[in-house]
Protein backbone atom coordinates (compact mmCIF):
# COMPACT_ATOMS: atom_id res chain seq x y z
CA UNK A 1 0.00 0.00 0.00
CA UNK A 2 1.28 3.49 -0.92
CA UNK A 3 2.35 5.59 2.03
CA UNK A 4 0.01 7.96 3.16
CA UNK A 5 0.17 11.80 2.32
CA UNK A 6 -0.54 14.49 4.55
CA UNK A 7 -3.71 16.23 2.85
CA UNK A 8 -5.63 19.72 4.04
CA UNK A 9 -8.94 18.86 5.63
CA UNK A 10 -11.51 21.13 4.60
CA UNK A 11 -14.03 20.55 7.38
CA UNK A 12 -15.79 23.97 6.25
CA UNK A 13 -18.89 23.27 7.37
CA UNK A 14 -21.07 25.00 4.90
CA UNK A 15 -24.80 24.40 5.23
CA UNK A 16 -26.80 22.81 2.15
CA UNK A 17 -29.97 24.35 0.63
CA UNK A 18 -32.96 23.66 2.60
CA UNK A 19 -34.30 20.48 1.71
CA UNK A 20 -31.46 19.60 -0.48
CA UNK A 21 -30.30 16.05 -0.46
CA UNK A 22 -27.67 16.08 -3.20
CA UNK A 23 -24.33 14.59 -2.31
CA UNK A 24 -21.90 16.78 -3.94
CA UNK A 25 -18.21 15.71 -4.94
CA UNK A 26 -15.23 17.74 -6.22
CA UNK A 27 -12.48 16.24 -7.85
CA UNK A 28 -9.05 18.15 -8.06
CA UNK A 29 -6.51 17.20 -10.49
CA UNK A 30 -2.93 18.26 -10.27
CA UNK A 31 -1.20 18.57 -13.43
CA UNK A 32 1.29 16.03 -12.63
CA UNK A 33 -1.89 13.57 -13.20
CA UNK A 34 -0.37 11.45 -10.17
CA UNK A 35 -2.85 12.07 -7.39
CA UNK A 36 -6.75 12.90 -7.49
CA UNK A 37 -7.81 14.71 -4.31
CA UNK A 38 -11.58 14.63 -4.16
CA UNK A 39 -13.78 16.55 -1.54
CA UNK A 40 -17.01 15.24 -0.99
CA UNK A 41 -20.31 17.31 0.87
CA UNK A 42 -22.81 16.29 2.77
CA UNK A 43 -26.19 17.36 2.15
CA UNK A 44 -28.98 17.39 4.13
CA UNK A 45 -29.49 13.34 4.58
CA UNK A 46 -26.29 12.28 6.26
CA UNK A 47 -24.60 8.97 4.13
CA UNK A 48 -22.91 7.36 6.47
CA UNK A 49 -20.63 4.57 4.21
CA UNK A 50 -19.07 4.97 0.92
CA UNK A 51 -17.15 2.08 -1.19
CA UNK A 52 -16.00 1.47 -4.11
CA UNK A 53 -17.18 -1.43 -6.93
CA UNK A 54 -13.67 -2.20 -7.30
CA UNK A 55 -11.85 -4.08 -5.25
CA UNK A 56 -8.38 -3.34 -6.20
CA UNK A 57 -9.19 0.86 -5.35
CA UNK A 58 -8.65 0.46 -1.44
CA UNK A 59 -5.07 -0.07 -2.37
CA UNK A 60 -4.59 3.12 -3.69
CA UNK A 61 -7.01 5.33 -1.39
CA UNK A 62 -4.92 7.90 0.55
CA UNK A 63 -7.16 9.32 3.95
CA UNK A 64 -6.09 12.31 5.68
CA UNK A 65 -3.20 12.04 8.68
CA UNK A 66 -4.68 12.29 11.78
CA UNK A 67 -2.17 13.33 14.01
CA UNK A 68 -2.18 16.64 11.44
CA UNK A 69 -5.97 17.35 11.71
CA UNK A 70 -9.22 15.28 13.28
CA UNK A 71 -10.73 13.01 11.13
CA UNK A 72 -14.50 13.12 9.71
CA UNK A 73 -13.53 9.90 8.75
CA UNK A 74 -12.05 6.31 8.81
CA UNK A 75 -10.99 3.39 6.39
CA UNK A 76 -12.41 -0.09 7.88
CA UNK A 77 -13.07 -3.28 5.85
CA UNK A 78 -12.52 -1.63 2.37
CA UNK A 79 -15.28 1.31 2.89
CA UNK A 80 -14.97 4.90 4.18
CA UNK A 81 -17.12 5.71 7.25
CA UNK A 82 -18.45 8.82 7.23
CA UNK A 83 -18.46 10.25 11.36
CA UNK A 84 -19.73 13.81 10.91
CA UNK A 85 -22.79 15.48 9.99
CA UNK A 86 -25.26 17.26 7.95
CA UNK A 87 -23.56 19.77 5.49
CA UNK A 88 -19.87 19.01 6.58
CA UNK A 89 -17.47 18.09 4.01
CA UNK A 90 -14.50 15.20 4.05
CA UNK A 91 -11.53 14.72 1.86
CA UNK A 92 -9.98 11.76 0.32
CA UNK A 93 -7.18 11.37 -2.73
CA UNK A 94 -6.17 8.73 -5.18
CA UNK A 95 -2.73 7.72 -6.18
CA UNK A 96 -2.87 7.59 -9.65
CA UNK A 97 1.19 7.36 -9.81
CA UNK A 98 1.31 3.89 -7.56
CA UNK A 99 -2.09 2.85 -9.73
CA UNK A 100 0.02 3.45 -13.18
CA UNK A 101 3.06 1.74 -11.99
CA UNK A 102 0.46 -1.39 -10.40
CA UNK A 103 -0.59 -4.41 -12.94
CA UNK A 104 -3.86 -2.61 -12.73
CA UNK A 105 -4.31 -1.52 -16.06
CA UNK A 106 -8.46 -2.65 -16.11
CA UNK A 107 -8.42 1.02 -13.74
CA UNK A 108 -6.12 3.41 -15.07
CA UNK A 109 -3.44 3.62 -17.89
CA UNK A 110 -1.76 6.46 -19.81
CA UNK A 111 -2.43 8.10 -23.03
CA UNK A 112 -0.22 10.76 -23.67
CA UNK A 113 -0.70 13.65 -21.33
CA UNK A 114 -3.41 12.19 -20.35
CA UNK A 115 -5.04 8.98 -18.12
CA UNK A 116 -7.49 6.66 -18.54
CA UNK A 117 -9.28 5.06 -16.02
CA UNK A 118 -12.52 3.68 -14.34
CA UNK A 119 -14.63 5.95 -12.39
CA UNK A 120 -13.87 3.24 -9.91
CA UNK A 121 -11.09 3.88 -8.68
CA UNK A 122 -11.54 6.97 -7.34
CA UNK A 123 -15.39 7.51 -6.74
CA UNK A 124 -16.25 6.46 -3.65
CA UNK A 125 -19.95 5.84 -3.71
CA UNK A 126 -22.64 5.31 -1.10
CA UNK A 127 -22.82 1.83 -0.39
CA UNK A 128 -26.50 2.19 0.40
CA UNK A 129 -27.64 5.28 -1.81
CA UNK A 130 -31.37 6.53 -0.70
CA UNK A 131 -33.63 7.31 -3.67
CA UNK A 132 -33.81 11.06 -2.59
CA UNK A 133 -30.44 11.65 -2.82
CA UNK A 134 -28.52 12.47 -6.37
CA UNK A 135 -25.39 12.53 -6.78
CA UNK A 136 -22.94 16.20 -8.74
CA UNK A 137 -19.48 15.80 -9.27
CA UNK A 138 -17.37 19.23 -10.53
CA UNK A 139 -13.82 19.14 -11.54
CA UNK A 140 -11.22 21.87 -10.79
CA UNK A 141 -8.59 21.05 -13.97
CA UNK A 142 -5.58 22.74 -14.68
CA UNK A 143 -5.31 25.46 -17.52
CA UNK A 144 -5.36 23.45 -21.25
CA UNK A 145 -6.51 20.35 -19.54
CA UNK A 146 -10.29 18.41 -19.75
CA UNK A 147 -11.99 15.92 -18.69
CA UNK A 148 -14.09 13.39 -20.44
CA UNK A 149 -17.02 11.57 -18.17
CA UNK A 150 -20.48 9.72 -19.01
CA UNK A 151 -22.59 11.40 -16.58
CA UNK A 152 -25.03 14.30 -17.88
CA UNK A 153 -23.31 17.74 -17.70
CA UNK A 154 -25.53 20.17 -15.38
CA UNK A 155 -27.61 22.46 -16.51
CA UNK A 156 -25.74 25.99 -16.84
CA UNK A 157 -22.50 24.16 -16.17
CA UNK A 158 -21.13 24.42 -19.95
CA UNK A 159 -21.09 21.09 -20.26
CA UNK A 160 -17.05 20.42 -19.09
CA UNK A 161 -16.91 21.00 -15.31
CA UNK A 162 -20.13 19.80 -13.58
CA UNK A 163 -21.89 16.74 -14.08
CA UNK A 164 -25.01 14.74 -12.40
CA UNK A 165 -24.47 11.26 -11.64
CA UNK A 166 -27.01 8.71 -13.33
CA UNK A 167 -28.82 5.99 -11.44
CA UNK A 168 -26.89 3.14 -13.51
CA UNK A 169 -25.82 0.06 -11.31
CA UNK A 170 -22.00 1.76 -10.04
CA UNK A 171 -20.61 -1.64 -10.96
CA UNK A 172 -21.47 -1.08 -14.80
CA UNK A 173 -17.96 -0.28 -16.34
CA UNK A 174 -17.25 3.42 -17.19
CA UNK A 175 -14.39 5.10 -18.87
CA UNK A 176 -13.15 8.69 -17.85
CA UNK A 177 -10.70 10.24 -19.46
CA UNK A 178 -8.16 13.46 -17.55
CA UNK A 179 -5.23 15.32 -19.33
CA UNK A 180 -4.46 17.41 -21.54
CA UNK A 181 -6.95 17.07 -24.59
CA UNK A 182 -10.37 19.22 -25.10
CA UNK A 183 -14.32 18.15 -25.64
CA UNK A 184 -15.87 19.31 -28.24
CA UNK A 185 -19.52 19.68 -28.70
CA UNK A 186 -20.64 18.51 -31.66
CA UNK A 187 -24.49 19.43 -32.27
CA UNK A 188 -26.81 16.37 -34.22
CA UNK A 189 -30.76 16.49 -34.19
CA UNK A 190 -32.18 16.28 -30.89
CA UNK A 191 -28.70 15.78 -29.45
CA UNK A 192 -25.03 17.27 -28.60
CA UNK A 193 -21.91 15.09 -28.73
CA UNK A 194 -19.61 15.31 -26.30
CA UNK A 195 -16.27 14.27 -28.54
CA UNK A 196 -12.72 14.08 -26.97
CA UNK A 197 -9.99 13.21 -28.84
CA UNK A 198 -7.06 12.20 -26.50
CA UNK A 199 -3.38 13.20 -27.84
CA UNK A 200 -0.79 11.10 -29.81
CA UNK A 201 2.77 10.94 -31.28
CA UNK A 202 1.93 10.42 -34.10
CA UNK A 203 -0.77 13.47 -34.06
CA UNK A 204 -4.35 12.76 -34.76
CA UNK A 205 -6.64 15.23 -36.32
CA UNK A 206 -9.05 16.63 -34.20
CA UNK A 207 -11.16 18.02 -37.24
CA UNK A 208 -11.16 15.01 -39.17
CA UNK A 209 -12.14 12.65 -36.20
CA UNK A 210 -14.85 15.14 -35.36
CA UNK A 211 -15.73 15.04 -38.85
CA UNK A 212 -15.81 11.39 -38.95
CA UNK A 213 -18.09 11.05 -35.77
CA UNK A 214 -20.37 13.97 -37.01
CA UNK A 215 -21.36 11.68 -39.92
CA UNK A 216 -21.67 8.95 -38.29
CA UNK A 217 -24.11 10.33 -35.75
CA UNK A 218 -26.17 12.46 -38.72
CA UNK A 219 -26.54 8.43 -40.27
CA UNK A 220 -28.19 7.44 -36.92
CA UNK A 221 -30.46 10.30 -37.12
CA UNK A 222 -32.44 8.89 -40.51
CA UNK A 223 -33.89 6.75 -38.60
CA UNK A 224 -36.50 8.59 -36.44
CA UNK A 225 -35.33 12.13 -37.12
CA UNK A 226 -33.18 12.75 -34.03
CA UNK A 227 -30.43 10.83 -32.18
CA UNK A 228 -31.60 8.71 -29.47
CA UNK A 229 -29.86 9.85 -26.23
CA UNK A 230 -29.24 13.69 -25.38
CA UNK A 231 -25.60 13.53 -24.58
CA UNK A 232 -23.70 10.82 -25.00
CA UNK A 233 -20.04 10.49 -24.19
CA UNK A 234 -17.82 10.07 -27.10
CA UNK A 235 -13.71 9.21 -26.91
CA UNK A 236 -11.53 8.54 -29.59
CA UNK A 237 -8.19 6.83 -28.54
CA UNK A 238 -5.01 7.04 -30.87
CA UNK A 239 -3.27 3.52 -30.30
CA UNK A 240 -0.50 3.91 -33.45
CA UNK A 241 0.08 1.84 -36.54
CA UNK A 242 -2.67 -0.83 -36.84
CA UNK A 243 -3.09 -1.93 -40.24
CA UNK A 244 -6.93 -0.47 -40.00
CA UNK A 245 -8.32 2.61 -38.99
CA UNK A 246 -10.77 1.56 -36.42
CA UNK A 247 -9.35 -1.73 -35.04
CA UNK A 248 -11.67 -1.78 -32.13
CA UNK A 249 -14.37 0.39 -30.46
CA UNK A 250 -16.55 -0.26 -27.92
CA UNK A 251 -20.17 1.43 -26.14
CA UNK A 252 -20.40 1.11 -22.19
CA UNK A 253 -23.99 1.58 -20.08
CA UNK A 254 -22.31 2.51 -16.93
CA UNK A 255 -23.28 5.87 -15.90
CA UNK A 256 -24.68 7.22 -18.96
CA UNK A 257 -24.32 6.05 -22.89
CA UNK A 258 -21.05 5.98 -24.02
CA UNK A 259 -18.67 4.83 -27.35
CA UNK A 260 -15.04 4.59 -27.35
CA UNK A 261 -13.06 4.56 -30.09
CA UNK A 262 -9.68 3.16 -30.43
CA UNK A 263 -8.27 4.15 -33.73
CA UNK A 264 -4.91 4.20 -36.14
CA UNK A 265 -4.09 7.97 -35.99
CA UNK A 266 -1.95 6.92 -39.17
CA UNK A 267 -4.63 6.41 -41.92
CA UNK A 268 -6.55 8.92 -43.79
CA UNK A 269 -9.89 10.37 -42.95
CA UNK A 270 -11.20 8.05 -46.01
CA UNK A 271 -10.66 4.66 -44.19
CA UNK A 272 -12.57 6.18 -41.59
CA UNK A 273 -15.64 7.04 -43.43
CA UNK A 274 -15.39 3.72 -45.08
CA UNK A 275 -15.36 2.37 -41.82
CA UNK A 276 -18.46 0.41 -40.67
CA UNK A 277 -17.84 0.67 -36.85
CA UNK A 278 -18.99 4.36 -36.00
CA UNK A 279 -22.33 3.38 -37.70
CA UNK A 280 -22.10 -0.41 -35.44
CA UNK A 281 -21.51 1.80 -32.61
CA UNK A 282 -23.58 4.84 -32.10
CA UNK A 283 -26.47 2.24 -33.41
CA UNK A 284 -26.33 0.46 -29.82
CA UNK A 285 -27.69 3.02 -28.34
CA UNK A 286 -30.95 3.23 -30.85
CA UNK A 287 -31.68 0.49 -27.68
CA UNK A 288 -30.98 0.16 -23.68
CA UNK A 289 -28.61 -1.94 -22.35
CA UNK A 290 -29.53 -5.87 -23.07
CA UNK A 291 -28.52 -8.48 -21.24
CA UNK A 292 -26.08 -11.06 -21.92
CA UNK A 293 -28.16 -13.94 -23.06
CA UNK A 294 -29.45 -11.72 -25.21
CA UNK A 295 -26.43 -9.89 -26.95
CA UNK A 296 -27.98 -10.96 -30.52
CA UNK A 297 -30.53 -8.29 -30.38
CA UNK A 298 -28.52 -5.83 -29.69
CA UNK A 299 -25.40 -7.11 -31.70
CA UNK A 300 -27.53 -7.65 -34.64
CA UNK A 301 -29.65 -4.38 -34.76
CA UNK A 302 -27.10 -2.66 -34.53
CA UNK A 303 -24.99 -4.81 -37.67
CA UNK A 304 -28.47 -4.53 -39.47
CA UNK A 305 -28.27 -0.92 -39.37
CA UNK A 306 -24.46 -0.07 -39.87
CA UNK A 307 -25.71 -0.88 -43.57
CA UNK A 308 -29.10 0.46 -43.44
CA UNK A 309 -28.17 3.84 -42.16
CA UNK A 310 -24.97 4.32 -43.74
CA UNK A 311 -26.93 4.08 -47.33
CA UNK A 312 -29.51 6.53 -46.25
CA UNK A 313 -26.79 9.07 -45.82
CA UNK A 314 -25.34 8.41 -49.08
CA UNK A 315 -22.04 6.89 -46.95
CA UNK A 316 -23.00 3.48 -49.32
CA UNK A 317 -24.91 3.26 -52.36
CA UNK A 318 -28.01 0.72 -51.77
CA UNK A 319 -26.99 -2.03 -53.75
CA UNK A 320 -23.51 -1.97 -52.07
CA UNK A 321 -25.92 -2.15 -48.58
CA UNK A 322 -27.81 -4.76 -49.45
CA UNK A 323 -24.74 -6.91 -50.72
CA UNK A 324 -23.00 -6.38 -47.58
CA UNK A 325 -26.10 -7.38 -45.63
CA UNK A 326 -26.37 -10.39 -47.23
CA UNK A 327 -22.55 -11.16 -47.12
CA UNK A 328 -22.82 -10.82 -43.60
CA UNK A 329 -26.13 -12.93 -43.36
CA UNK A 330 -23.69 -16.00 -45.00
CA UNK A 331 -21.23 -15.30 -42.78
CA UNK A 332 -23.74 -16.10 -39.62
CA UNK A 333 -25.08 -19.37 -41.90
CA UNK A 334 -21.71 -20.20 -41.90
CA UNK A 335 -20.81 -19.44 -37.98
CA UNK A 336 -24.20 -21.76 -36.75
CA UNK A 337 -22.98 -24.85 -35.69
CA UNK A 338 -25.67 -26.44 -33.31
CA UNK A 339 -26.20 -24.15 -30.33
CA UNK A 340 -29.42 -21.99 -29.84
CA UNK A 341 -29.35 -18.56 -30.39
CA UNK A 342 -29.64 -17.92 -26.48
CA UNK A 343 -26.36 -20.03 -25.66
CA UNK A 344 -24.21 -18.67 -28.72
CA UNK A 345 -25.01 -15.55 -27.29
CA UNK A 346 -24.26 -16.10 -23.79
CA UNK A 347 -21.11 -17.87 -24.64
CA UNK A 348 -19.87 -15.81 -27.29
CA UNK A 349 -16.23 -15.30 -26.98
CA UNK A 350 -15.59 -18.96 -25.58
CA UNK A 351 -17.01 -20.26 -27.99
CA UNK A 352 -15.76 -18.09 -31.29
CA UNK A 353 -19.55 -17.50 -32.65
CA UNK A 354 -19.63 -13.44 -33.56
CA UNK A 355 -20.64 -14.37 -36.51
CA UNK A 356 -24.09 -16.48 -35.67
CA UNK A 357 -24.63 -13.66 -33.05
CA UNK A 358 -24.21 -10.80 -35.06
CA UNK A 359 -26.02 -11.78 -38.26
CA UNK A 360 -28.70 -13.95 -37.40
CA UNK A 361 -29.88 -10.93 -34.94
CA UNK A 362 -29.39 -8.72 -38.08
CA UNK A 363 -31.42 -11.34 -39.76
CA UNK A 364 -34.09 -11.02 -37.10
CA UNK A 365 -34.13 -6.99 -37.43
CA UNK A 366 -34.65 -7.29 -41.32
CA UNK A 367 -37.23 -10.13 -40.53
CA UNK A 368 -38.85 -7.49 -38.55
CA UNK A 369 -38.51 -4.76 -40.69
CA UNK A 370 -40.18 -5.81 -43.49
CA UNK A 371 -43.16 -7.86 -41.93
CA UNK A 372 -44.25 -4.97 -39.76
CA UNK A 373 -44.28 -2.61 -43.09
CA UNK A 374 -46.33 -5.47 -44.57
CA UNK A 375 -48.73 -5.49 -41.70
CA UNK A 376 -49.46 -1.94 -41.08
CA UNK A 377 -48.90 -1.40 -45.29
CA UNK A 378 -45.84 0.95 -44.64
CA UNK A 379 -47.97 3.05 -41.69
CA UNK A 380 -44.79 1.49 -39.18
CA UNK A 381 -41.38 0.18 -39.93
CA UNK A 382 -39.03 -1.00 -37.27
CA UNK A 383 -37.96 2.46 -37.31
CA UNK A 384 -41.09 3.97 -36.17
CA UNK A 385 -40.56 1.09 -33.36
CA UNK A 386 -37.16 1.82 -32.36
CA UNK A 387 -38.73 6.00 -32.18
CA UNK A 388 -41.26 4.98 -29.84
CA UNK A 389 -39.02 3.22 -27.83
CA UNK A 390 -36.87 6.04 -27.47
CA UNK A 391 -40.00 8.35 -26.42
CA UNK A 392 -40.87 6.14 -23.70
CA UNK A 393 -37.91 4.61 -22.56
CA UNK A 394 -34.12 5.93 -22.81
CA UNK A 395 -32.12 6.84 -21.96
CA UNK A 396 -32.57 3.94 -19.27
CA UNK A 397 -30.63 2.80 -16.17
CA UNK A 398 -30.99 -0.53 -15.87
CA UNK A 399 -30.69 -3.63 -18.14
CA UNK A 400 -33.24 -5.48 -20.10
CA UNK A 401 -33.99 -8.85 -21.00
CA UNK A 402 -34.32 -9.53 -25.02
CA UNK A 403 -38.23 -10.92 -24.38
CA UNK A 404 -38.91 -7.35 -22.21
CA UNK A 405 -37.77 -5.58 -24.92
CA UNK A 406 -39.48 -7.55 -28.02
CA UNK A 407 -42.51 -7.31 -25.73
CA UNK A 408 -42.38 -3.53 -25.40
CA UNK A 409 -41.92 -3.15 -29.09
CA UNK A 410 -45.16 -5.41 -29.40
CA UNK A 411 -47.15 -2.96 -27.27
CA UNK A 412 -45.89 0.30 -28.83
CA UNK A 413 -46.69 -0.65 -32.46
CA UNK A 414 -49.99 -2.97 -31.41
CA UNK A 415 -48.59 -5.80 -32.76
CA UNK A 416 -47.04 -9.00 -32.52
CA UNK A 417 -44.22 -9.27 -34.83
CA UNK A 418 -41.43 -8.81 -32.30
CA UNK A 419 -42.38 -12.02 -29.82
CA UNK A 420 -43.32 -14.18 -32.58
CA UNK A 421 -39.85 -13.65 -33.73
CA UNK A 422 -38.76 -14.04 -30.50
CA UNK A 423 -40.18 -17.42 -29.75
CA UNK A 424 -39.43 -18.93 -32.82
CA UNK A 425 -35.74 -17.89 -33.14
CA UNK A 426 -34.08 -17.34 -29.09
CA UNK A 427 -33.86 -21.19 -28.71
CA UNK A 428 -33.48 -22.10 -32.62
CA UNK A 429 -29.90 -24.23 -33.42
CA UNK A 430 -30.50 -22.77 -36.94
CA UNK A 431 -29.88 -19.83 -38.57
CA UNK A 432 -33.59 -17.89 -39.61
CA UNK A 433 -34.92 -18.59 -42.65
CA UNK A 434 -34.62 -15.43 -44.87
CA UNK A 435 -36.86 -17.26 -47.84
CA UNK A 436 -40.00 -15.22 -47.05
CA UNK A 437 -38.54 -12.01 -46.51
CA UNK A 438 -36.07 -12.50 -50.00
CA UNK A 439 -39.66 -12.82 -52.15
CA UNK A 440 -41.12 -10.18 -50.55
CA UNK A 441 -37.95 -7.92 -51.11
CA UNK A 442 -36.76 -8.94 -54.38
CA UNK A 443 -33.46 -10.69 -53.68
CA UNK A 444 -31.70 -13.43 -54.49
CA UNK A 445 -28.55 -13.89 -53.43
CA UNK A 446 -26.13 -16.59 -54.97
CA UNK A 447 -22.50 -17.34 -55.98
CA UNK A 448 -22.12 -14.76 -53.05
CA UNK A 449 -23.70 -11.94 -55.37
CA UNK A 450 -26.90 -9.91 -54.56
CA UNK A 451 -29.09 -9.46 -57.55
CA UNK A 452 -32.35 -7.00 -56.74
CA UNK A 453 -35.62 -7.57 -58.56
CA UNK A 454 -37.14 -4.89 -60.41
CA UNK A 455 -40.93 -6.04 -59.62
CA UNK A 456 -43.02 -2.63 -58.39
CA UNK A 457 -43.85 -3.98 -54.87
CA UNK A 458 -40.13 -5.34 -53.94
CA UNK A 459 -38.37 -2.10 -55.22
CA UNK A 460 -40.70 -0.11 -53.64
CA UNK A 461 -40.35 -2.00 -50.07
CA UNK A 462 -36.29 -2.19 -50.58
CA UNK A 463 -36.73 1.90 -51.45
CA UNK A 464 -38.96 2.33 -48.74
CA UNK A 465 -36.27 0.39 -46.27
CA UNK A 466 -33.18 2.32 -47.62
CA UNK A 467 -34.76 6.17 -47.11
CA UNK A 468 -34.26 8.64 -44.21
CA UNK A 469 -37.26 8.97 -41.39
CA UNK A 470 -38.65 12.08 -43.43
CA UNK A 471 -38.83 11.05 -46.84
CA UNK A 472 -35.76 13.00 -48.05
CA UNK A 473 -33.00 12.08 -50.51
CA UNK A 474 -29.78 12.18 -48.83
CA UNK A 475 -27.82 12.39 -52.26
CA UNK A 476 -28.64 12.79 -55.88
CA UNK A 477 -27.71 8.93 -56.53
CA UNK A 478 -31.15 8.07 -54.45
CA UNK A 479 -33.38 10.95 -55.66
CA UNK A 480 -35.18 8.42 -58.42
CA UNK A 481 -35.66 5.14 -56.31
CA UNK A 482 -37.21 7.76 -53.88
CA UNK A 483 -39.85 9.29 -56.31
CA UNK A 484 -40.68 5.80 -57.41
CA UNK A 485 -41.41 4.64 -53.63
CA UNK A 486 -45.04 4.50 -53.00
CA UNK A 487 -47.36 2.63 -50.61
CA UNK A 488 -46.05 -1.06 -49.82
CA UNK A 489 -49.29 -2.45 -50.59
Known amino acids: MPGRLALPILLAIAPAAAGSDVLRYRVSVPESLDQLSVEVCQGSRVIREFSSHSAEAGQFLVVPDRRVT ?59 QPAETSIRVAFDLPEGHGVSVPWQPLDGSDGDLAY ?19 TDMIPVAGARLRVAVLGAEPAISEPDMSSWIREAADAITTLYGRFPVPSPQILVVPQGPAGEAVPWAQVLRGGGAAAHFFVDQTRPLDEFREDWTAAHELSHMLLPYVLRDDSWLSEGFASYYQNILRARAGM ?23 ASLV ?16 WSGAAIALMADVELRRRSRGQQSLDTALGALAECCLPSDRAWTGSEVFGLLDDLTSETVFMELYEEHAESSHFPDLGPTNTRLGIDYRSGQVRLSDAPAAYRLRGAI ?10 ARSALERQEIGDLD
Open 343 to 358: EASRDMRKRGSYMRVY
Open 70 to 128: PGLIEVRHGRIRYKGGAGQCFDYAVDLAAARGADSSRLVREQHQAVLMRSGLWLWRPTS
Open 466 to 475: MSPADGRPID
Open 164 to 182: TVSGSPSDWPDLVAVGRFR
Open 316 to 338: LTREAAWQKLYDGFQRGRDGTRG
